[in-house]
């Protein structure tokens, strides 16, 4: 493994190992957050976001919130536990079950997006500023497709 630098890595080890630190410190951020006002993390929020634009096949949901579908099956339950979110048989296929939001979900996620957004701006730019990775969130924020 090539090192260039103390704690550095060279190439495309160094970009991946910048989005593991940034992923991880605005991830762990805004769970904080996120928990403290709203009782939610960042990963069930977002899948509570994705749920707002209507109902989706559990897979749909899975691979629209980067997770197994094991994962969101486990995460879905907890918001249902919470009353957040429920989940039904499809109509042409009982085997096939989808996830909605309740209204307690709709209004969560209205009330907790202004946090989201919020710490998500401050939390990007602190990370702009620190020397681990201010390069990739520069790189992130020049791409007019990251817009």
Known sequence: MAVSGRGRLGGQQELWRQLLLLVNG?????????????????????TLSILAGGALRMQELADSVGLSQSTMSRMVSRLESAGLAAR??????R???????????????SGAQGTFTRELELALEAAAYEPATASLVNRLRRDPMAR
């Open 26 to 46: 605005v991830g762990s951020t805004l769970d904080k957050k996120l928990q403290r006002r709203h009782g939610i993390t960042s990963s069930e929020f977002t």
């Open 95 to 109: 085997r096939v079950m989808f996830a909605h939001l309740t209204e307690d979900g709709r209004k969560l996620v």
């Open 88 to 93: 039904t048989a499809g109509e042409d296929d």
